[in-house]
């Protein structure tokens, strides 16, 4: 070859990043010499030297910095043998010690030129490639790899002359494009590549030196077509080509606009000199608008002061400046903020209860708080706006009820929803002086309504959370307090603002998430769950007509009958709200819908047979409830955060020592409380006639369905003493019984909540008799008698008074007959037992 030896190009047509160990450094070519010896070899041992971020082709001489002990004993042992090394590239550049998978097959044959220890410790091969291999097998990986690799025999040159040279003259060409249009790389590089005049080593040298990525380059290593590899080398090439020119004309480009920015200023500047020569206006036109938007507006005497303060600064600023834009937010914010614009409360008190009662159905306790705070304020004038916080399961229209209010007090309606909400910002807003800032969302909504006493709902004030950008449920003290809230500071208003006037009010599903301190700033008002009676009621009258409008039906289309409306809540949505039930509705209205779509014959009325047909199989069994024939099986109460719900307590005996398991996903409390029960039970256990031995000869399992359902809470302990206590007597339980109540060891029966919940559970699920605590009496007494109706609540001071109520004299049918050990080894049957 005829092209200057060991030329230093400092070539990669891309920059390098930082050397890691096994990484390549600046590539030198070189000429193809001493192939031969490979000539007529098909097979060879040769250690592997894995390598990242680079691939070595044939005729290339590149240093690599090796860091990797197994890779330093191999060049080491290679340098003082034949110097000889096979280079393979990996293909996760982030594995440290890649395994033998994590290479690719085809590597190429390398001699070790030179081998350099650096003063920090490092050491540096000069490497040049041979010949490509193909990995046939590996023999061993310690101390480092070898493999039995097969040579691969390329062409070397093309037999048509005037396809090579075409060849040779595109990939030069492109190259010189290449280094044209990159200045970082040193114009000798464009001498040594004039000098190449081997096909084969021209496009090896290419190859290494382009910036593409390892999966590419290992593809060019792999074909053996000259042809092939420099039709894909171009593609690489003009690729690259079209970066950099894009690269160019992005720099032109922002050059461009500087120069034209500087020019627009010197311009704006003689404007100004000018305006101010002949004696002209030089005040903006938007600061005349805000001007005039300010000359009659009815704000506080600080609200004005800062405008007017703003709007200075704005007059003596360059309107290209970054804080222009800014300054002329901040003063529209300000003057379109309703400061002392309210609207005319209705005090028609008789209209504002007509209302509520055509919303919504029930829910009286609510309506009457509404009717007191607008009598007070119809005495009054100028009472300030009360917290409340409607509490209560889903679908039972506490947002709704919202828009009501808003309706029967004459007021605009605005619904801020706080479900997920973690920035601190999204309630007091950002500073100014950042970029993007805003102003808090209380402040937003009211400028988007126009009034400063709209009926404002916080939706989901228990869903909010907390992280790294603060804590919006403390942000939200200072708006809901009646006592801090007239003096409400925004941090992008930066002055006060009075919210006293917002009547607020708040939906929860949970108290419990409730921040402590924000909770005691609301007046709670509960809305429990509807009784079968109540949802028959909103069914026709208001999600019936909502549901046959929405689908485009008329009243004469569709008809409901009770039974059908009764059948869907009994049989299909077992739930506290309406939602579900809505929903079901909607789908027995699409079928009709369809049918009328279609001019079908279709059954117009709607009864429970014809809503078993249209909505299937019923989802909930009303006879699953009401089963007593099983020892040890007992209905108890619980909430949820949706509403009430039954639950069972199964418990059952085998021989044993007396292990106590306990099984269905059970929380602490329940677990203490089963522990509990077993403890008293063992205690008291002459007063149900139970032998003592029984406990040490029988094992107990206690389990709560559903399995996959977590489950906590004292409501149990009652229920669980009644299951073991059934099991070891093998008494009926009272059928149609169920019970809610703590215990204690010494045998009292201690109060529990969401007892309104838990009766609407027990009268849904077919329940008459119900155990409570006699301290829940107070509970009971704060429900409305409808709730009541069909309902037997016996209340219970003791543990005795619960088993005397429980459980029946009968026994089940075919009773366990308990066998004990009676001392001499050998098990007896006990007949003094009674079971």
């Given at each position: 070859?005829?092209?200057?030896?060991?030329?230093?190009?400092?070539?990669?047509?891309?920059?390098?990043?930082?050397?890691?160990?096994?990484?390549?450094?600046?590539?030198?070519?070189?000429?193809?010499?001493?192939?031969?010896?490979?000539?007529?070899?098909?097979?060879?041992?040769?250690?592997?030297?894995?390598?990242?971020?680079?691939?070595?082709?044939?005729?290339?001489?590149?240093?690599?910095?090796?860091?990797?002990?197994?890779?330093?004993?191999?060049?080491?042992?290679?340098?003082?043998?034949?110097?000889?090394?096979?280079?393979?590239?990996?293909?996760?550049?982030?594995?440290e010690d890649p395994e033998v998978s994590d290479l690719y097959r085809v590597g190429t044959i390398a001699k070790i030129l030179k081998l350099l220890v650096l003063p920090d410790g490092n050491t540096t091969?000069?490497?040049?490639?041979?010949?490509?291999?193909?990995?046939?097998?590996?023999?061993?990986?310690?101390?480092?790899?070898?493999?039995?690799?097969?040579?691969?025999?390329?062409?070397?040159?093309?037999?048509?002359?005037?396809?090579?040279?075409?060849?040779?003259?595109?990939?030069?060409?492109?190259?010189?494009?290449?280094?044209?249009?990159?200045?970082?790389?040193?114009?000798?590089?464009?001498?040594?590549?004039?000098?190449?005049?081997?096909?084969?080593?021209?496009?090896?040298?290419?190859?290494?030196?382009?910036?593409?990525?390892?999966?590419?380059?290992?593809?060019?290593?792999?074909?053996?077509?000259?042809?092939?590899?420099?039709?894909?080398?171009?593609?690489?090439?003009?690729?690259?080509?079209?970066?950099?020119?894009?690269?160019?004309?992005?720099?032109?480009?922002?050059?461009?606009?500087?120069?034209?920015?500087?020019?627009?200023?010197?311009?704006?500047?003689?404007?100004?000199?000018?305006?101010?020569?002949?004696?002209?206006?030089?005040?903006?036109?938007?600061?005349?608008?805000?001007?005039?938007?300010?000359?009659?507006?009815?704000?506080?005497?600080?609200?004005?002061?800062?405008?007017?303060?703003?709007?200075?600064?704005?007059?003596?600023?360059?309107?290209?400046?970054?804080?222009?834009?800014?300054?002329?937010?901040?003063?529209?914010?300000?003057?379109?903020?309703?400061?002392?614009?309210?609207?005319?409360?209705?005090?028609?008190?008789?209209?504002?209860?007509?209302?509520?009662?055509?919303?919504?159905?029930?829910?009286?306790?609510?309506?009457?708080?509404?009717?007191?705070?607008?009598?007070?304020?119809?005495?009054?004038?100028?009472?300030?706006?009360?917290?409340?916080?409607?509490?209560?399961?889903?679908?039972?229209?506490?947002?709704?009820?919202?828009?009501?209010?808003?309706?029967?007090?004459?007021?605009?309606?605005?619904?801020?929803?706080?479900?997920?909400?973690?920035?601190?910002?999204?309630?007091?807003?950002?500073?100014?002086?950042?970029?993007?800032?805003?102003?808090?969302?209380?402040?937003?909504?009211?400028?988007?309504?126009?009034?400063?006493?709209?009926?404002?709902?916080?939706?989901?004030?228990?869903?909010?959370?907390?992280?790294?950008?603060?804590?919006?449920?403390?942000?939200?003290?200072?708006?809901?307090?009646?006592?801090?809230?007239?003096?409400?500071?925004?941090?992008?208003?930066?002055?006060?603002?009075?919210?006293?006037?917002?009547?607020?009010?708040?939906?929860?599903?949970?108290?419990?998430?409730?921040?402590?301190?924000?909770?005691?700033?609301?007046?709670?008002?509960?809305?429990?769950?509807?009784?079968?009676?109540?949802?028959?009621?909103?069914?026709?009258?208001?999600?019936?007509?909502?549901?046959?409008?929405?689908?485009?039906?008329?009243?004469?289309?569709?008809?409901?009958?009770?039974?059908?409306?009764?059948?869907?809540?009994?049989?299909?949505?077992?739930?506290?709200?309406?939602?579900?039930?809505?929903?079901?509705?909607?789908?027995?209205?699409?079928?009709?819908?369809?049918?009328?779509?279609?001019?079908?014959?279709y059954t117009k009325n709607i009864n429970s047979k014809r809503v078993e047909e249209i909505l299937g199989t019923p989802i909930f069994d009303q006879e699953l409830y009401q089963d007593n024939e099983v020892a040890g099986v007992?209905?108890?109460?619980?909430?949820?955060?949706?509403?009430?719900?039954?639950?069972?307590?199964?418990?059952?005996?085998?021989?044993?020592?007396?292990?106590?398991?306990?099984?269905?996903?059970?929380?602490?409390?329940?677990?203490?409380?089963?522990?509990?029960?077993?403890?008293?039970?063992?205690?008291?256990?002459?007063?149900?006639?139970?032998?003592?031995?029984?406990?040490?000869?029988?094992?107990?399992?206690?389990?709560?369905?559903?399995?996959?359902?977590?489950?906590?809470?004292?409501?149990?302990?009652?229920?669980?003493?009644?299951?073991?206590?059934?099991?070891?007597?093998?008494?009926?339980?009272?059928?149609?019984?169920?019970?809610?109540?703590?215990?204690?060891?010494?045998?009292?029966?201690?109060?529990?909540?969401?007892?309104?919940?838990?009766?609407?559970?027990?009268?849904?699920?077919?329940?008459?008799?119900?155990?409570?605590?006699?301290?829940?009496?107070?509970?009971?007494?704060?429900?409305?008698?409808?709730?009541?109706?069909?309902?037997?609540?016996?209340?219970?001071?003791?543990?005795?008074?619960?088993?005397?109520?429980?459980?029946?004299?009968?026994?089940?049918?075919?009773?366990?007959?308990?066998?004990?050990?009676?001392?001499?080894?050998?098990?007896?049957?006990?007949?003094?037992?009674?079971?």
């Open positions: 070859m005829k092209h200057k030896r060991n030329q230093n190009l400092g070539i990669r047509l891309s920059e390098l990043s930082d050397l890691e160990s096994d990484q390549l450094i600046p590539i030198l070519p070189a000429e193809e010499e001493g192939e031969d010896e490979y000539e007529n070899q098909k097979e060879l041992t040769l250690p592997l030297l894995p390598i990242k971020n680079t691939v070595l082709f044939p005729g290339v001489v590149i240093p690599i910095t090796v860091g990797r002990q197994k890779s330093v004993k191999l060049v080491k042992d290679a340098y003082k043998g034949n110097r000889t090394i096979g280079v393979v590239a990996q293909k996760n550049m982030n594995s091969i000069i490497i040049q490639g041979k010949r490509k291999f193909e990995i046939n097998k590996i023999i061993t990986e310690d101390p480092y790899l070898e493999a039995l690799v097969e040579i691969i025999h390329e062409e070397k040159t093309l037999d048509n002359k005037h396809e090579s040279k075409a060849l040779m003259q595109s990939l030069k060409e492109a190259a010189n494009k290449i280094l044209k249009l990159n200045p970082e790389i040193p114009q000798e590089a464009q001498v040594a590549l004039e000098n190449i005049e081997s096909p084969s080593f021209l496009t090896h040298f290419l190859s290494s030196n382009i910036n593409a990525e390892v999966r590419e380059k290992q593809e060019l290593l792999e074909l053996t077509s000259i042809k092939d590899r420099a039709t894909k080398l171009l593609e690489y090439m003009l690729r690259e080509i079209q970066l950099l020119e894009l690269k160019q004309e992005i720099h032109s480009k922002v050059h461009s606009d500087i120069d034209q920015q500087q020019r627009d200023y010197f311009l704006r500047q003689q404007m100004k000199v000018l305006q101010d020569e002949l004696g002209m206006e030089s005040s903006d036109q938007e600061i005349e608008m805000l001007r005039l938007k300010a000359r009659n507006k009815n704000w506080p005497f600080e609200a004005q002061k800062q405008f007017e303060k703003e709007l200075l600064k704005i007059g003596r600023m360059n309107p290209a400046a970054a804080e222009y834009p800014i300054a002329i937010n901040y003063c529209e914010f300000l003057v379109d903020l309703p400061w002392e614009t309210i609207t005319k409360d209705h005090f028609d008190l008789q209209r504002a209860l007509k209302i509520l009662n055509k919303d919504h159905y029930g829910l009286e306790k609510v309506k009457e708080r509404i009717i007191e705070y607008l009598a007070v304020l119809k005495l009054k004038q100028n009472l300030k706006g009360p917290i409340l916080c409607l509490y209560g399961p889903p679908g039972v229209g506490k947002t709704s009820l919202g828009r009501s209010i808003a309706e029967s007090l004459g007021r605009k309606y605005v619904r801020m929803s706080l479900g997920g909400l973690r920035d601190e910002a999204e309630i007091r807003g950002h500073r100014k002086t950042y970029v993007g800032a805003l102003p808090g969302r209380i402040l937003q909504n009211l400028k988007k309504v126009g009034t400063s006493n709209p009926v404002f709902i916080l939706d989901e004030i228990d869903k909010i959370g907390s992280d790294f950008r603060g804590d919006p449920s403390s942000a939200l003290l200072e708006v809901l307090d009646p006592e801090q809230n007239s003096t409400f500071v925004d941090n992008y208003l930066e002055i006060e603002y009075d919210l006293s006037k917002i009547l607020f009010i708040a939906t929860a599903n949970s108290l419990d998430t409730i921040h402590p301190a924000l909770r005691d700033r609301m007046e709670i008002i509960e809305i429990n769950g509807y009784t079968q009676e109540e949802k028959v009621e909103i069914a026709k009258k208001h999600l019936i007509p909502k549901q046959r409008k929405e689908h485009g039906l008329k009243a004469k289309d569709i008809k409901f009958d009770v039974s059908g409306i009764q059948k869907v809540i009994q049989d299909y949505t077992r739930e506290s709200g309406v939602r579900n039930l809505e929903r079901k509705i909607g789908s027995l209205v699409r079928n009709v819908a369809k049918s009328v779509a279609m001019e079908e014959t007992v209905t108890g109460l619980a909430w949820t955060p949706v509403g009430g719900e039954i639950l069972f307590v199964e418990s059952s005996l085998n021989r044993g020592k007396g292990k106590l398991t306990l099984s269905g996903q059970l929380g602490d409390v329940m677990k203490e409380s089963a522990t509990a029960a077993l403890s008293y039970l063992k205690a008291n256990a002459e007063t149900l006639d139970i032998d003592h031995q029984i406990f040490n000869f029988y094992d107990l399992h206690i389990h709560v369905p559903a399995g996959a359902v977590p489950k906590d809470g004292p409501s149990a302990g009652i229920t669980m003493l009644t299951s073991i206590a059934s099991i070891f007597t093998q008494r009926k339980v009272k059928k149609g019984l169920a019970m809610t109540g703590e215990i204690t060891l010494r045998g009292k029966v201690l109060p529990v909540g969401g007892i309104k919940e838990k009766l609407l559970a027990a009268r849904r699920s077919g329940i008459t008799d119900i155990i409570l605590s006699t301290r829940n009496t107070k509970d009971v007494n704060e429900i409305e008698k409808q709730y009541l109706t069909g309902l037997k609540l016996h209340f219970v001071d003791t543990v005795e008074q619960v088993l005397e109520i429980a459980l029946l004299k009968t026994k089940v049918k075919n009773p366990i007959k308990f066998i004990l050990d009676n001392g001499n080894g050998h098990p007896v049957e006990d007949k003094n037992i009674k079971a």
